[in-house]
């Protein structure tokens, strides 16, 4: 296998991640495999050590023997390799703590400041794999028993809060005792490859710049969709629901991404500037266009992949009768100079069709046609940047069909496939995350104000729905969301992105 991507890379100094949360799902479906790779990739320097917290009465080798056995389900086979597994298993600890209570800090603490010498040499990070109730009790006891140095980081999950009166006071709880720059706010979306490429797409090519703004642009679609349920997560995601749990956070981020003026170069706080502005020019959607411009829905029992599923209220965890959506469809506009009257429509949702997550582009259509009647529809230049699965830029063009009977015009799609083109295997978003942090890299987390203004742009729209009382609109597994997402879009005139188009000559 190709391996520019996972080959020797820079090693970085040596680290402890305290990870509390350590046998929760995230920790062992993601943080432990991506340092695993990272550590395959020759980047976690000798001495570094991995310290699972949580109140679970386990030894460290029974946490080793739970990461083995992640790492054996979560990183592919050919990644896999015995000794690299041995010397990482060999970096683990495990230390029980009850964080809201002084149960097992002076273990602990203990273990971080032996032996004395790590107390400078290593980078000490905390990353808090919790639920977000728990990011403000944590950093106090990180306090009271010294371990929160003045060169530590901590690592706060998303969700950051449920709104922004709860995110402020996370923020407040957390910067009484670690200060901004030590702060790390995760959102993955921003670790993938292609979201990344989103930078170089824009600002590294002269060709899409000088038509990105509103004369050019017609609109612009972005769908995050998942086939997955809520799986075990239930508890959590019935107080989240799709709102809380993409829109706020990652899809925002894309908007940001889009929409975002050039930085003055890619300085963690010029990029965060830039995003910052793009999402203060949100416009608010008020309770009156609450019906218009979103939808909100909630999957019954369906298909998905050829197995049948069941529906969110027969989900484990769900309470009976539960009003959550699993799906939001919406239309946002950025109040500015670049984007005024340009519609973004979003939509994500869990138990659709297909995992697939996209941007499309649309460009605005020709102002003139000198084409015959009959030559076929002239269909408006698309560009489509597939973040995931098959990572690639799309753009759809007109071109004349070949052959000798006159003009006729067909659509097709010029296509970058970064599989076709770079080979290999792109490293997941936590592998590339979890290294900036050890780096002191932030560009690619979001700072507090960015998360405020998320909340303050999303809460109305949550407040909106509550206010009106309306459960969300059913939608059948295995299908796009309900009809009334269909029917958002096109009220405007516009259909959400197909992509039937063949790259493929004709
Ligand atoms: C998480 C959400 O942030 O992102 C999950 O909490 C969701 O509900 C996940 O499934 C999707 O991430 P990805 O990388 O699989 O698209």
């Not at 019906?291 to 309470?319: H, M, N």
Request: proline share 7%.
């Amino acid at each position: 296998m190709h391996s520019r991507s996972t080959g020797a890379a820079p090693a970085l100094p040596p680290f402890d991640y305290t990870v509390f949360g350590g046998t929760g799902d995230l920790a062992l479906r993601k943080l432990l495999p991506a340092l695993y790779l990272r550590d395959k990739a020759g980047q976690v320097a000798d001495g570094s050590r991995i310290i699972g917290v949580s109140r679970s009465p386990l030894t460290p080798s029974d946490y080793r023997a739970k990461a083995e056995e992640a790492i054996q389900e979560h990183v592919h086979a050919d990644e896999r390799d015995t000794a690299v597994i041995a010397r990482f298993l060999e970096r683990l600890d495990y230390v029980p703590v009850d964080v809201t209570s002084d149960n097992g800090w002076n273990e602990l603490t203990e273990r971080l400041d032996n032996p004395p010498a790590r107390s400078s040499g290593a980078v000490r990070i905390f990353y808090l794999a919790t639920s977000p109730g728990l990011f403000g009790p944590v950093s106090d006891q990180l306090r009271a028993f010294g371990l929160a140095t003045a060169d530590s980081r901590v690592v706060l999950e998303k969700p950051i809060g449920r709104d922004l009166a709860s995110a402020q006071e996370i923020n407040d709880r957390v910067g009484a005792v670690f200060t901004e720059p030590q702060i790390y706010r995760i959102d993955h979306y921003l670790g993938k490859e292609t979201v990344q490429n989103l930078l170089a797409l824009r600002f590294g090519n002269s060709l899409f710049e000088p038509l990105w703004n509103a004369d050019h642009i017609d609109h612009v679609q972005i769908t995050v969709a998942e086939t997955v349920g809520v799986e075990e997560r239930g508890g959590y995601y019935d107080q989240s629901g799709a709102l809380r749990d993409m829109v706020q956070n990652h899809l925002l981020q894309l908007v940001c991404l889009v929409g975002m003026e050039c930085p003055i170069s890619l300085a963690q706080e010029s990029v965060r500037d830039e995003k910052l502005k793009v999402l203060r020019s949100l416009k608010a959607i008020g309770p009156d266009e609450i019906g218009g411009c979103t939808v909100r829905g909630q999957y019954r029992a369906g298909a998905v992949a050829g197995g049948a599923v069941p529906g969110y209220l027969d989900e484990p965890g769900i309470p009976p009768g539960s009003g959550t959506e699993t799906f939001v469809a919406l239309k946002l506009e950025i109040d500015n100079w670049r984007w005024a009257g340009v519609p973004f429509y979003l939509r994500s949702g869990k138990r659709l069709p297909a995992k697939m997550s996209e941007i499309v582009i649309q460009f605005r259509p020709i102002r003139h046609s000198i084409f015959p009647q009959g030559a076929g529809e002239l269909q408006a230049n698309r560009l489509i940047v597939r973040l995931q699965p098959d990572e690639s830029i799309r753009m759809h063009l007109m071109t004349k069909e070949p052959g000798p009977g006159g003009m006729r015009l067909r659509p097709a799609a010029l296509n970058l496939s970064f599989a076709e083109t770079f080979g290999g295997r792109f490293p997941d978003a936590y592998e590339r995350l979890l290294m900036d942090v050890v780096r002191g890299n932030s560009t690619l987390f979001m700072r507090r104000d960015e998360v405020e203004a998320a909340w303050q742009w999303a809460e109305p729209i949550i407040d909106g729905w509550m206010a009106r009382h309306e459960m969300p609109k059913p939608y059948i597994a295995g299908t796009w969301g309900p009809s009334q997402s269909i029917a958002l879009i096109e009220r405007d005139g516009r259909t959400w992105h197909d992509d039937e188009i063949p790259s493929a000559a004709f």
